[in-house]
């Protein structure tokens, strides 16, 4: 039966079973000693029976302090002020129970003010059951009628006597119940610092699984989005070619060949960093980069476009994050050229490498989207994504005739993801 008993109740039942024992023991030792004021022991056993029905509220305020703590410390201090107010009943271990039950309401209250007026009347009623007795003993030791105790100059005086005289008694209990209460309130602002802390460490990890997985959605819509025009590209030459120029059909069906197990590659690559655990690292090929941009251009124009490159200034290493960002960035662009311009458009590509910044410009002379260069489509907002990301700058239209413009100011300084526009710092 032990086993469904949950452990914090076993634990309080214990301390409740040992508070009782010890306090059955000391009768035996206490009572012996007492003059105790009654006639026979048919009173003597009825004051007893009083006695442990206080002490009955005591334990069952013991045992249900975690669930119910303002209950418990209700019923623990209506037992312990019974017993204190019954003047042959000396302190026993049972009345420190007090303490505990002002530590569970220190520590699991839900208002912490609740907490602290619980304390307040604790203090009050403790330091009125000291000092009660010892006003009244003074007062009948010098004959005073119960009405005058505290009244007049000699009823201020005999007061301020007891308040003296219970001082180091008051000081002892008033002092134990607040280092209960500190020390409960303690444990709870531990847990709750550890909520907080558990709880911004969950969304730190949703936003960074956010981010990863719109990091993962881009990079795949670039992959296919690039490798399935080209491919379409080239199987509708080799159509075109099949009766006339059968080499090139070949040719042509070769570069689709290569292009689907290329972007095949690489979509396998994003997956596998997607399933691999923290301390892994990609199993594939690396990222691409501003050095498979020429390769790039190259698959471009065997897809029939016309590409021109041009690389300015001194070539620096740059982050990986502006790296990969400057490489989609020119894929994007000359893919919707290969979607979107007319048959024989052109195209040139500019990297120009600054001190502080690397600009990547994507010119075509073919017809501009639709849109007039709204960045609506998922490509072009996945480019303004990465650029805003980075903490760049970003111009996307029409240039003059029917040409289109995607240029990008990239800096090649590290930016934290957390001082990104748009999110929060």
């Known amino acids: 039966m032990l086993r469904f008993v949950s452990r914090p109740l076993l634990v309080d039942a214990t301390l409740a079973a040992a508070l009782t024992a010890v306090t059955a023991l000391s009768f035996a030792s206490v009572y012996s000693k007492l ?31 975690r669930y119910r703590p303002l209950l418990a410390l209700a019923l623990v201090g ?14 026993l271990p049972l009345d420190l129970a007090v303490p505990v039950a002002l530590y569970s309401v220190a520590s699991l209250a839900r208002r912490r003010w609740t907490a ?9 009623i403790t330091y009125g059951l000291i000092l009660a007795p010892q006003v009244t003993w003074e ?24 308040m003296i005289v219970t001082t180091p008694t008051a000081t002892r209990d008033l002092l134990l119940l607040v280092v209960a209460f500190a020390v409960g309130d303690a444990v709870r602002s531990r847990r709750e610092h550890l909520r907080l802390v558990e709880r911004e460490h969950q969304q730190r990890t949703a936003m960074a699984a956010a981010a990863e997985r719109a990091r993962i959605t881009r990079e795949l819509h670039d992959v296919v989005a690039h490798g399935m025009s080209v491919m379409v590209v080239q199987a509708h030459g080799a159509a075109a070619a099949l009766n006339r120029h059968p080499e090139r059909t070949a040719t042509a069906l070769q570069h689709v060949i290569e292009t689907g197990r290329a972007s095949l590659a690489e979509m396998r690559r994003l997956l596998a960093l997607e399933r691999a655990e923290p301390d892994e690292g990609p199993q594939l090929a690396p990222q ?15 897809a029939g476009v016309d590409v021109t490159l041009h690389i300015e200034g001194a070539q620096v290493a740059v982050p990986p994050s502006v790296d990969l960002s400057a490489y989609r960035i ?17 195209a040139t590509v500019r990297l120009e490498f600054e ?15 639709v849109d007039g260069g709204n960045p609506s489509g998922v490509g072009l907002l996945g480019i303004a994504d990465r650029v805003a990301m980075l903490g760049g700058e970003l111009t996307i239209g029409r240039v003059a005739g029917t040409g289109f413009q995607i240029s990008a100011s990239l800096p090649l300084a590290e930016r934290s993801m957390a001082t990104a526009p748009g999110r929060p710092a």
């Open 35 to 65: 003059k105790v004021p009654f006639v026979d022991a048919f009173t003597m056993r009825q004051a007893f029976a009083v006695w442990w029905l206080f002490g009955s509220l005591i334990i069952v305020g013991l045992l249900i302090r």
């Open 78 to 91: 209506i037992g312990v002020t019974a017993h204190q107010l019954d003047s042959w009943s000396p302190p």
């Open 116 to 124: 602290i007026w619980c304390l307040a009347a604790a203090l009050a």
């Open 139 to 162: 007062a009948a030791s010098t004959g005073t009628p119960d009405g005058s105790v505290v009244t007049g100059p000699s009823g201020l005086a005999r007061l301020a006597s007891a």
């Open 288 to 302: 691409p980069g501003i050095t498979a941009v020429p390769s790039l251009v190259d698959q471009m124009r065997t």
């Open 330 to 346: 020119v894929q994007e662009a000359l893919t919707n050229v290969l979607k979107h311009a007319e048959p024989g458009a052109t």
């Open 355 to 369: 001190a502080e910044r690397l600009r990547v410009e994507v010119t075509d002379d073919g017809a501009a989207p």
